[in-house]
């Protein structure tokens, strides 16, 4: 018997509407190439969306047609989200910072129709739009005046191709089960995989990012999202502030500079924001380096990547941020986990209470996680027990586009982390599958390496990888790069990590590096690590 | 084109297992007949709703089957509210405060195969159970031991039930839009109308109520619901306490015992509590007639009814809580609107935030509103346009239980509420439209009339209905109940009303009264109040 409620699709066009009738008034602040501190609301924004659907009809976009992005994070931008996915269309948003190859790879592979590009990336598109044959029309995120001179054919403006239009378009009553997006997943192995998500698992997720011990954006937060709107919909930011009239900070170009952001941040009175380690590392830097305070920012969300522990330490004690360490990855739309406190760790000692939150927190109603050996059976959750993270839940990739067989296993995905899970819920990331290090038949964890490495006052990165060795099959590899003005040597960074970890866990050899190689959504790349020194071995 | 997301339901089924993976050891306090002070966990509540699953089975228990409770707030109900629900039956709270002609409608309407009783709804039972032909076994909510002498045939303990059974139950998995609950709006005209939940519309509340502008519930949340689990259950909190981890105080039959309510406020360390006005106000009296403080309370939710000004006054300025007006009703399952500030209320001087805060509040993502007029079309939002507030969403019915008709008016539910809608979203109900008062062609609020009446320092509640009237076809009177050792006349209580309301609204007479009559739900009786006063007139 079913229930007798109304059919309501949850649809991203359902959000606008509710983000129209509740919060248009609510501020969305950019930093663009062409203004430094451009003011808009969620109204104009959606009536400016409302030009770009009558556009793109008439540029001859249908159901399900793919319109790729290469921008930062701008009202513009987010145009795109909203006018693209609430007229049927697929928004496919790019990382501009992938390989020529894949660039190429991915937009042929979507069968992009057309492609709205920031300013900045048009060397890029001079480049490669010849190698984009689906692509029938390219657009530059800017203003009539501010086109630059262009060999790409019959590119246009932003501006200009909307400037004509009606502000008010009759958005259709789509399925919740329609594709909304689209992103591929940048593998260190192989071809990007697309992750094709649909109006419904856009707006469960953004529901339970709202929930209170997830992002808990309100409507009087402030929020900047310094990770791109290319990478996994800015963690679905985009979509949880409008929901709850939250006032929006888009740092554009200026992502990666910790002046710039630590500016947006006290002059735009952030309350929340959220990026990788990278990120924030630099900004702690800077901080102490320049001597200012972030004087509103009351939360950090760190994602990404494993949040180190001094980053962690350093955040609260010296600058009364708390830090919510979360995890996904985006083949999960990409929330899996938020680390907030739960009523068990009120009792915690300081010690126990930093340990628990350094852990990548639990997962909301909606992601079910389970451990799994190498024969798939499952494992005990009791916070010691480490094996395969699988998830399912309706915001979980089932397929990639285009793809014949199924992601899943058994009607879950495997993740690719090795993690534990204790009884509280609470699951710890030990590594990735790929990057565990065999030694002698046991397993050793290159993240936890990595943490008590960058626990070190000179240290400022630091990445452990494998390297092959004949009795012991593989020993671990450290590679630091140091803070400016500080040194350690080789023997003296070993040293550190006695009592710390068991001693044949502690790296075989030190090699010192000016910068690490990060890929292309921040993380650390050890493949490029691995190159580097199983050449050099 | 469908996106390639997982097909996940929206489930009790998978809710409970949420819970039971991260949340199991959060506990439940309960105030039961047997026990004062009953401490279980979720994981406790669901080995045994696996029991009662299989029970049930055991008797026949198919899916979309009716299984009724007439009970109040404490563990036992809360399993059957999951392991019901959670193997495909409908559980069907029934409110044992109605008139038995409409508990029999009720029961018969359903076609309850099983009803669960409190222990001190026996009385109740006996006299009725002759009228339950559907009803195969009824089950008495207490232990074996408790069991007390009664006619009715077969009855058993819940706790003999489900004594021999199994704790492990394989639950089936559910499509979302099945069946999950039933209940009755118990109307002042004509009869009862049921009001089906789907596992859908479930989930989708909880999600919604969760988030941070709603009832916000985080895992180190204490929650009290004082509002009964067999009113639109109980605003939620049923579901969305568990699926956040926080702790849940049951008050069983105590209450609308300010007593017993705040020992245990006070006892259990509740951070959040929700229920009626008239259920606070008591509470309020209580407190200052005994001098003593809520220690933990941070935060009320007040619906139902409208929350009296000097009520949310009170709470503030004695007491340090936050009373957030909320608004719903069984066919919205029920919330509507939760009265959280916004980012716009930041600038707004101290009355006028009140002002706001007294309003209904603003909608979630989930529910839409519109305004109406008598010919049905829209009216502007702005807040001053008052109108017929109609409403749609996925947590909305659109048909009652076995009705032929749907009760929708262009694909929008009539709520029955008159209101005004601000640009700001902020939605204030001025009136039921049966409520109105129609004097010399123009409407009177009957709302704010006892409002203001409230307000008065003796007043403890007022009610104002339409007294038919020769010359102004209609006119307001006074129904006041006045505070013990209080005293006011007549006169002297309506010339409170000058400059307060336009003239011709201050009401001809006042009527004193020892008491208030209410519904089964806690509002003051209007039918009550005017077959008693017509009937003077």
Same mark, same amino acid.
């Given at each position: 018997?079913?229930?007798?409620?109304?059919?309501?699709?949850?649809?991203?066009?359902?959000?606008?509407?509710?983000?129209?009738?509740?919060?248009?008034?609510?501020?969305?602040?950019?930093?663009?190439?062409?203004?430094?501190?451009? @003011?808009?609301?969620?109204?104009?924004?959606?009536? @400016?969306?409302?030009?770009?659907?009558?556009?793109?009809?008439?540029?001859?976009?249908?159901?399900?047609?793919?319109?790729?992005?290469?921008?930062?994070?701008?009202?513009?931008?987010?145009?795109?989200?909203?006018?693209?996915?609430?007229?049927?269309?697929?928004?496919?948003?790019?990382?501009?910072?992938?390989?020529?190859?894949?660039?190429?790879?991915?937009?042929?592979?979507?069968? $992009?129709?057309?492609?709205?590009?920031?300013?900045?990336?048009?060397?890029?598109?001079?480049?490669?739009?010849?190698?984009?044959?689906?692509?029938?029309?390219?657009?530059?995120?800017?203003?009539?005046e501010a086109m630059p001179d262009s060999s790409v054919p019959g590119l246009i403006s932003y501006e200009e191709l909307i400037e004509g239009e009606s502000d008010s378009y009759d958005w259709p009553d789509l399925d919740e089960n329609l594709a909304s997006s689209l992103c591929y997943t940048s593998g260190t192995t192989g071809n990007p995989k697309g992750v094709l998500f649909s109006h419904r698992s856009t707006i469960l997720h953004t529901y339970a990012s709202g929930l209170a011990d997830l992002i808990s954006i309100n409507s009087t937060d402030s929020v900047l999202p310094v990770v791109p709107m290319f990478h996994a919909n800015a963690w679905g930011v985009v979509y949880s502030a409008p929901m709850a009239g939250a006032r929006l900070v888009l740092p554009g170009p200026k992502a990666g500079d910790p002046e710039a952001l630590v500016a947006m941040m006290n002059g735009e009175r952030v309350s929340k924001a959220l990026g990788v380690p990278t990120v924030w590392l630099g900004l702690l830097q800077y901080l102490e380096a320049s001597g200012k305070k972030l004087e509103t920012v009351t939360s950090l969300v760190v994602g990404?990547?494993?949040?180190?522990?001094?980053?962690?330490? $350093?955040?609260? %004690?010296?600058?009364?941020?708390?830090?919510?360490?979360? #995890?996904?990855?985006?083949?999960?739309?990409?929330?899996?986990s938020v680390n907030a406190p739960k009523v068990t760790t009120a009792g915690l000692d300081p010690a126990a209470r930093l340990e628990q939150q350094l852990s990548q927190g639990r997962a909301p109603y909606g992601v079910e996680m389970r451990l799994v050996d190498d024969d798939g059976d499952e494992l005990p959750r009791d916070g010691k027990a480490v094996g395969r993270l699988q998830v399912r839940g309706p915001w979980v990739a089932n397929r990639y586009y285009r793809a014949e067989e199924s992601a899943l296993e058994d009607g879950w995905f495997d993740t690719g982390d090795v993690a534990s899970?204790?009884?509280?819920?609470?699951?710890? !990331?030990? $590594?990735?599958?790929?990057?565990?290090?065999?030694?002698?038949?046991?397993? !050793?964890?290159?993240?936890?390496?990595?943490?008590?490495?960058?626990?070190?006052?000179?240290?400022?990165?630091?990445?452990? !990888?494998?390297?092959?060795? %004949?009795? #012991?099959?593989?020993?671990?590899?450290?590679?630091?790069?140091?803070?400016?003005g500080e040194s350690v040597d080789a023997d003296a960074l070993l040293a550190w990590f006695e009592g710390k970890v068991a001693k044949w866990w502690i790296p075989d050899a030190v090699q010192f590096a000016d910068e690490l190689p990060h890929t292309a959504t921040g993380k650390v790349s050890k493949l490029k690590l691995r190159e580097r020194f199983a050449a050099a071995a």
């Open positions: 018997m079913k229930g007798l409620m109304m059919d309501y699709s949850l649809t991203v066009t359902s959000l606008m509407r509710h983000v129209e009738a509740q919060h248009g008034g609510s501020e969305v602040y950019s930093l663009t190439v062409e203004n430094p501190a451009h @003011r808009t609301t969620y109204a104009e924004i959606f009536r @400016r969306c409302a030009k770009l659907a009558n556009a793109l009809r008439r540029l001859g976009l249908t159901e399900g047609d793919r319109v790729a992005t290469m921008a930062w994070n701008d009202y513009r931008h987010m145009e795109l989200y909203y006018g693209i996915s609430s007229m049927g269309g697929v928004l496919h948003t790019i990382n501009p910072r992938l390989f020529p190859e894949q660039l190429q790879y991915i937009v042929n592979h979507a069968e $992009d129709r057309f492609l709205f590009s920031d300013p900045l990336l048009l060397p890029l598109l001079e480049k490669l739009h010849g190698a984009f044959p689906t692509v029938e029309a390219h657009v530059l995120l800017c203003s009539r990404g990547a494993a949040c180190p522990r001094s980053m962690m330490v $350093d955040f609260a %004690e010296r600058h009364g941020i708390h830090v919510y360490h979360a #995890w996904g990855m985006t083949e999960m739309s990409p929330l899996g899970i204790d009884s509280e819920g609470f699951m710890r !990331i030990t $590594d990735r599958t790929k990057d565990l290090i065999k030694s002698g038949g046991e397993w !050793i964890s290159s993240i936890e390496l990595e943490d008590v490495a960058m626990a070190h006052p000179a240290v400022a990165e630091a990445a452990v !990888i494998a390297m092959p060795h %004949e009795r #012991w099959s593989e020993r671990p590899l450290l590679i630091a790069c140091l803070k400016e």
